[in-house]
């Protein structure tokens, strides 16, 4: 059983910045890949982005590249997501999540897709001001 708790979110104007983290449970963390999703009033569940086990590649959504970066320290059992340069649209309550499977995928579709995660946090809010 894999435990995930996220913290970080918050209120911030557009322009600001915020990082998100994401505390696991579990000896083998760092065999897993861990992604961030969110999901605004009314609309899908979305990838964000995704960090291999090792941390040496990671994955983006386009709408956060460059903005966003994803990193992990194996040591603490956490995942960060750095934002920056936040926009209105970004509003969303954020989840972070475990793929436990230790899958290389050999594209990077794969990790934007949910159902590849098999645990997930309770999300935190992340409300971004005009």
């Known amino acids: 059983q894999v435990q995930l708790v996220e913290s970080g979110g918050g209120l911030v104007q557009a322009g600001g910045s915020l990082r998100l983290s994401c505390a696991a449970s579990?000896?083998?963390?760092?065999?897993?890949?861990m992604g961030w999703f969110r999901q605004a009033p009314g609309k899908e569940r979305e990838f964000v982005g995704a960090?291999?086990?090792?941390?040496?590649?990671?994955y983006y959504a386009d709408s956060v590249k460059d903005r966003f970066t994803i990193s992990r320290d194996n040591a603490k059992n956490t995942v960060y997501l750095q934002m920056n340069s936040l926009k209105p649209e970004d509003t969303a309550v954020y989840y972070c999540a475990a793929d436990t499977s230790g899958t290389g995928y050999s594209r990077s579709y794969y990790y934007t897709r949910l159902n590849i995660y098999d645990y997930w946090g309770q999300g935190t809010q992340v409300t971004v001001s005009s």
């Open positions: 579990g000896r083998t963390f760092s065999s897993f890949t």
């Open positions: 960090i291999r086990g090792s941390g040496s590649r990671s």
